[in-house]
């Protein structure tokens, strides 16, 4: 079964961490595009950053994470990881993985990926 398993989302005080885990079964994350987005309440689904296959090796991050969030693969693991460093308030929101398994997905657009996560809450608040 393909599919995508997300961890490692919480509650954090303004400017912590949070790492974010993205667990692949049914195909490989080193050959696939990747793409962690996220969900405001009652706001609409954004990109955050965009990971392509591994031999393509192109990275894509919207400027109000850029120098903050941090996406990157394990090939050994099977798993992609969304690294947070100096959280904000604003930053609360469910996160979600997505995966093109073919890796062509290149837009950073949600139509473009075929497989996603369940989801994970990040809550930042004091």
């Known amino acids: 079964e393909v599919q995508l398993v997300e961890s490692g989302g919480g509650l954090v005080q303004p400017g912590g961490s949070l790492r974010l885990s993205c667990a692949a079964s049914g195909f490989t994350v080193d050959d696939a595009a990747i793409g962690w987005f996220r969900q405001a309440p009652g706001q609409e689904r954004e990109v955050i950053s965009c990971?392509?296959?591994?031999?393509?090796?192109?990275?894509k991050t919207v400027d109000s994470v850029k120098g903050r969030f941090t996406i990157s693969r394990d090939n050994a693991k099977n798993t992609v990881y969304l690294e947070m460093n100096s959280l904000k308030p604003e930053d609360t929101a469910v996160y979600y993985c997505a995966a093109d398994p073919s890796g062509s997905a290149w837009l950073c657009l949600a139509p473009e990926y075929d497989v996603w996560g369940q989801g994970t809450q990040v809550t930042v608040s004091l």
């Open positions: 990971l392509s296959s591994t031999t393509d090796g192109r990275t």
